[in-house]
């Protein structure tokens, strides 16, 4: 199957300060890529839907100024989790669909940790 | 209209044994019904997937059953193992949409038991 990386694995932060998390398709081109987040012992709860050259499209109830996502190139799409505070902790995962079919291949995605 | 309701939330099974996950589903217009593992600290994986034109469909020990009228489908995991000790969930996604956007189930904890 498409692969589908993210870094880092894990990071741990600061309150206040700002983590960018890159995901990355490596053996396909994804114009459209998404952001999960998992709380533990809970469902994939979809964040945004990240589009490669436009703006992306975010969940109700999801603040698009706390988390801006950056789809720059047809491999590559970001998460900056800013301002990050101790309730932003949690399992961020992406995902991108190969193209033209509609399986989703995830990330292994990055454990946060806000202190 | 646009949950997917996952059952049950965990699940105990015997080694050797069959573990059966459900999920059923409101939104006719669904047309994509994958099932995915995930491990402890690790991304969902891929397991199997299934399309409403058909009833079944079978890749190795992994088994999907779709009943359409029933708005139905579960997985079968057959001889199962200790190393498939994981959370499974269910998705459904609509390709008519062109977006690709998954709805999960809430999750099943699998545990077998050596």
């Known amino acids: 199957g498409a692969v589908v990386s993210q870094h880092p694995s894990w990071v741990i932060c600061k309150s206040g300060t700002s983590v960018k998390i890159e995901c990355r398709s490596l053996d396909f081109q994804a114009t459209t890529m998404f952001w999960y987040r998992q709380f533990p012992k809970q469902s994939l709860m979809l964040m945004a839907t990240s589009n490669e050259g436009s703006k992306a499209t975010y969940e109700q109830g999801v603040e698009k100024d706390k988390f801006l996502i950056n789809h720059a190139s047809l491999t590559l799409s970001t998460l900056t989790v800013t301002s990050a505070h101790p309730e932003d902790s949690s399992f961020y995962i992406c995902?991108?669909?190969?193209?033209?079919?509609?399986?989703?291949?995830f990330g292994p995605g990055t454990r946060l940790t806000v202190l | 209209q646009q949950q997917v309701k996952q059952s049950p939330q965990s699940l105990i099974v015997q080694k050797g044994g069959i573990s059966i996950i459900n999920c059923a589903y409101e939104?006719?217009?669904?047309?994509?019904f994958p099932w995915y593992q995930q491990f402890p600290g690790k991304g969902p994986a891929l397991l199997i997937a299934i399309r409403p034109d058909v009833s079944e469909k079978k890749e190795g020990r992994f088994t999907i059953s779709f009943n359409k009228s029933a708005k139905q489908f579960s997985l079968h995991i057959m001889d199962s193992q200790p190393g498939d000790s994981a959370t499974y969930f269910c998705a459904a996604s609509t390709s008519t949409s062109g977006t690709y956007k998954y709805i999960f189930g809430t999750g099943t904890r699998l545990k077998v038991l050596a």
């Open positions: 939104n006719t217009a669904f047309d994509y």
């Open positions: 995902s991108a669909p190969h193209w033209g079919a509609d399986t989703q291949y």
